[in-house]
């Protein structure tokens, strides 16, 4: 089963405004058998995929088709050749699927986060009103970025994916500020696909981050119930209507070290980091320039 000859057909090519160009060759290929397998054709031909145009280099071959039985004699098939340039993932179609580059893709999107400080000028503060009770249950939008990282493994990386799920970033990345990235998660799914003829199995792999303007770590306000006085835990207490003193139903600012701050003074925020932190880049790399 072998091709006895072929001949090509006029070249056509088409080139649409705002489009990359394409171009189409076809061969009528003359059988020695009309049971010749697909292959046979491509390699007889020279047009298989990812091969170039003979007369526009940077074009590729992405498509091939075949018919056979061409105007009705079964040893006549026809092979219809497609060229265009590669974009994303066909510019790697010829390497192994590991080999090929990871595919990022960033999606800007708003969200809730509790609302727990205001902004005075430039220096964030406490969310309180004017006797210095605390405001909640209030939400407030904000900018955060989903990063999405697509890549092709030969095995699936369980014990990493376990690892570094919901860990923030250790220094700058992406253009955030420390502990402003998360990872969300990393899924994966078997596929298979052939290369040079050959059936390959591998893991097609999602890592989907987030970033966030004012980061991961929790905001509180240092207010409670109760104050360290000479390394003494005290109740708050406020004056009551006649002079006594009475426990108070709000919670009191704090100075960041459990002290007591005085009335009408603001409370101090304390930042609380909550996640792991893992060199982000050293996992994940960074995005191509």
Not at 72 to 77: A, E, I, P, S
Not at 127 to 147: M, R, W
Request: net charge negative; hydrophobic share 35%; proline share 7%.
């Amino acid at each position: 089963m072998s091709v006895h000859s072929w001949r090509e057909l006029p070249r056509t090519g088409t080139h649409l405004i705002g489009s990359s160009p394409e171009f189409e060759r076809r061969f009528i290929l003359t059988l020695n058998d009309p049971n010749t397998p697909p292959q046979a054709l491509v390699s007889a031909t020279g047009a298989f995929h990812t091969s170039s145009h003979p007369d526009y280099p940077w074009a590729k071959c992405f498509e091939l088709e075949y018919n056979e039985g061409y105007e009705g004699n079964r040893y006549w098939t026809e092979l219809v050749a497609k060229y265009r340039i590669p974009v994303g993932e066909e510019q790697d179609a010829h390497l192994l699927p590991w080999q090929r580059a990871d595919r990022w893709k960033f999606q800007t999107q708003g969200v809730a986060v509790p609302a727990l400080t205001y902004i005075d000028g430039t220096t964030d503060k406490p969310l309180v009103n004017s006797a210095g009770d605390y405001f909640e249950g209030l939400t407030v939008d904000e900018a955060q970025q989903k990063i999405t990282i697509t890549s092709n493994r030969q095995s699936f990386p369980s014990a990493l994916a376990a690892a570094v799920t919901n860990c923030i970033n250790d220094g700058s990345y992406l253009g955030f500020a420390q502990d402003c990235v998360k990872v969300q998660g990393i899924s994966g799914e078997q596929v298979v696909e052939q290369v040079n003829d050959q059936d390959v199995t591998y893991w097609k792999i999602t890592s989907e981050l987030l970033g966030r303007q004012t980061g991961w770590n929790l905001l509180l306000p240092d207010i409670g119930f109760n104050f360290i006085e000479g390394g003494v835990r005290k109740r708050a207490f406020v004056e009551g209507p006649e002079g006594e003193d009475i426990a108070s139903a709000n919670p009191i600012p704090l100075d960041g070290n459990g002290g007591m701050k005085n009335a009408g003074d603001l409370p101090e925020i304390l930042t609380r980091r909550i996640y792991r932190r893992i060199a982000m880049g050293s996992y994940f790399g960074t995005p191509p320039s």
